[in-house]
RNA sequence: GGAGAGAUGGCCGAGUGGUCGAAGGCGCACGCCUGGAAAGUGUGUAGGCGGGGAACCGUCUCGAGGGUUCGAAUCCCUCUCUCUCCGCCA
């Protein structure tokens, strides 16, 4: 969310960062707002300043037994008495205005992220300073097959334990069930995932609730404006979601407290289910495991200072990164342009995983920076360090390290058989029972 | 689901109608003490909004939202959450 008052102070810049991210929002609009509130808020402190000195001589008067005095001060004061109750509506209401208007406003690009439309404009990604040829010694080559490799679904053991016509008859559409060995390597992944990123990334593990209330979602900015992407279910008056990630509940962490410098950067990573309605995505990847209404997925978190978050984002990538080199599997990095980033981001990184049997790299992950935005919403500061210094907001970073159920169909893909087995790769045998490969006969 | 107790500053904890944004403690900051440190000691230390170049001033905030009152942390109503006991339950 913004802060209006920087807006007031730099209203070109707020309407170049909409214009770029393809928002009509524009400054004006909001300053007009603005003004009216603060027109308000002035007249209303001038009101509630003469009645508070006025209820301090009632009581001094009282005090000293001077009824008479008392009596005069209080039909004083009763002329104010139908101005502060309307005034304190009116400021309420303007005050409203102003937050849901702000609420709505997508964060402002980085300066370094390309100006863009859609993905078509998003820019490959080879590390700070870097070039295809410093970043293709880390990254795993492209597997090289001897047969025509096949899609996930069409893999020998895929075919008998990925299930999509049971999983239709139990919940519908975009539900699978995994059985046997892709049950285990799916189990295997995520076990994996979170093992690399707490004991060598320094996250911390977390199992947080996957039902969440409103103000979480508000607080990471999937409301107010993605209500129709959650699903939702019924709770006592109100309603509570499934988070569509782990972001939701791991940077709500933080939400309303002011934490110490010293015990910054927080970094948090949890393996959950999440589910996404989809609504908008009606006829796309509906063949396969590739886009479900709930899947697994490993997130990364991580609150920062303002002056690290940057170089937090990049550590971050390089912790997703990881999880593809150790699994062996073939990746590019995009830079999103501006048209392409998420509502919160000021600046994302996908993770695009190579996938041979759709000849094609799909999203396995993506690493975004918030800045502020999060933090305004949920309240979340620290006090700096040293000298007496007022609040700051936190900054926040969300990834994913990686997509679990994404990551499978990135395996079975990348290690498919001719003969429709799939190799495990070395990095999840011991989490496989020393097994090296699956399907086989 | 039933009964009861509670929610106060970064943290703990006093405070039942006026001078209370709020005692005391912890923590933190700065100073003194010290060869240096610890201990001790002194001072300071909430946040939001508005006005102002600034010093500063005003206002709001004691879980949230309404209400009573000239005046509310304190009284009333509604809600949320926490704890204890009972019931149910993986």
Known sequence: ??????IRDNPAAFDKAMESRGSSQRAAALLDIDDR????????????????????????AKAQKDEAKAQALMSEVATLKDFIPAGEADERAVEKELRDALAAIPNMALDDVPFGEDESDNVEYFGPNGTPETAAPRRPPRPAFGFAPKEH?????????????????????????LKGQLARLERALGQ????????????LEVRPPVLVRDDALFGTGQLPKFEDDLFFTPHGEGRLALIPTAEVPLTNLVRETILT???????FTALTSCF?????????DTRGMLRQHQFDKVELVSITTPEESINEHERMLACAETVLQRLGLHYRVMTLCTGDMGFGARKTYDIEV??????????????????DFQARRMEARYRPAGEKQPPRYVHTLNGSGTAVGRCLIAVLENYQQEDGSVLVPEALQPYMGGLGVIGGR
């Open 153 to 177: 679904f069409e893999i020998g053991v895929a075919e008998k334990d990925m299930d999509f016509e049971i999983a239709a008859k139990l919940s519908g559409s975009r539900f699978v069930v």
């Open 37 to 60: 509130r603060r027109t308000i808020i002035v007249r209303l402190n001038e009101a509630q300043e003469k009645r508070n000195a006025l209820s301090k001589q009632i009581g001094q």
């Open 276 to 284: 996404r309605s989809e609504a908008g995505s009606a006829g796309r």
């Open 1 to 6: 969310m913004f802060d209006i008052k920087w």
């Open 354 to 371: 190579w996938l041979p049997g759709q000849d094609t790299y799909r999203e396995i992950s993506s690493v975004s920076v918030c800045g």
């Open 192 to 203: 994996f995932m979170l093992d690399l990123h707490t004991q060598e990334h320094g996250y």
């Open 261 to 267: 410098e010293e015990a910054l950067p927080l970094r």
